[in-house]
């Protein structure tokens, strides 16, 4: 498994044809407290770039993109009922949803953690 | 997802370098660099100044005082009571009043706060209209008064259930005072005005500090174990929880005072068959509404869901109906209720606490209840 980084912030871990996405660390520390997470559909196709998710911390909104194409497999129904685990556990708990990888090579343009990690810096 | 855009010509506040170093995240506001949040966060800041006591930057507010070229005070306060729907006049020595400046069609130029302080009225009004606010009196008022700036004062307020008490360990008088009391004080031997209001719904002091003694004093009051210098970000959830106006967003030029929720505001004086009845701008339209009321008003709206309802979205009557009947003015999460909240516009007709309106978000409609305001209740000392 591997996990790679979107230019937005959101992080994949890859296991087979079945990414887990989720915000990164960094993410959640720009938006603040989370309040509410709304989370596309099981069964949704997902293009890439497309608007999936919606983050909302006590100062705004924000959408969560697609980071690739891919149906949407599962979703993390337990930030229903505490979106603050975007904030106490961004990279593991409160992932977002699990994709079925459409297209391998939408992955290529994505960042390893060192490649991420500059790009916060 | 995230955006920063920080223009190069942000003035600052006297506090500027104190919120800095106490770790104050910076951002553009009124022209302004202020903090929106400090490491404590949005949440816990609101919390912690519902549950001890905050201390606020709001040094970008305009301060200006209001002198009669006579001399005599009731001179200046009926000058004043041209541009103002208030009752002036009878604003006691050492009081502070709530008002709104209006224009001839009845709108709201921008809400204020008027203090008598004996021989001169104080005024303090919102940063992104102060300018326009200082030609405004200067237009009108020029004949018989002197308008005077206050830029060289900073303000700070201090806020919640345990501010009485740390104020008095600065201030001896501050406990004695009431809700809208303000005056001339000593606070740690500067020369303060001091009033006890707010914008939280809580208890709570105001106070302009000269701008030299600024950050020593607020530097010792945030030494005080209870206090925590609070952001923009929880000022903000604070003053939509006590359900009180943002002017720029619940009301601006196209609302009246009426429309608006504020009838509590014009004293009886300035009302039909009053002794000094109308008479300030736009007082046929706001007199008029007030007797036979206004086409829409503001309203509280209660999401049933958990999703913040924010600014700008639309309302609808039903799930399917096409047409908007109003819309969000202010909208976000209440950190004391632990739930969405919002304030927005519907017709009178429609506006009936327990009403269901439906918001439009994110392409679906979502039920809201509209709901008597404050959401939290106001614990003023009066």
New interface residues.
Partial sequence: MTTLYTEDHEWLLIDGDVVTVGITDYAQSQLGDVVFVELPKVGRALKKAEAAAVVESVKAASDVYAPITGEVVAINDALAAEPALVNSDADGKAWFFKLKLADKSELDGLMDADAYKAHTA | ??ATDKPSTLKQTPLHALHVTRGGKMVPFAGYDMP??YAT????E?LHTRAAAGLFDVSHMGQMTLRAKSGKLEDAALALEKLVPMDILALAPDRQRYAQFTNETGGILDDLMVANFGDHLFLVVNAACKDEDEAHLRAHLSDNCIIETLPDRALIALQGPKAADVLAEFCPEAPAMKFMDAGPHQVNGIACFVSRSGYTGEDGYEISIPNDQAEALTSALLDHPDMLPIGL??RD?LRLEAGLCLYGHDIDTTTTPIEGGLNWSIQKSRRTGGARAGGFLGSDKILAQLDGGAPRKRIGLLPEG???V?EGVLLFADATSTESIGSVTSG??G?SLGA?IAMGYLPSAQAADGTTVYAEL?GQRMPMKVSPMPFVPHSYKR
């Fill in positions: 997802m995230l929106v949040q966060g949005v949440l816990k609101h970000g929880a959830s958990r999703a913040p924010r976000g999460f950190p969405p994110r």
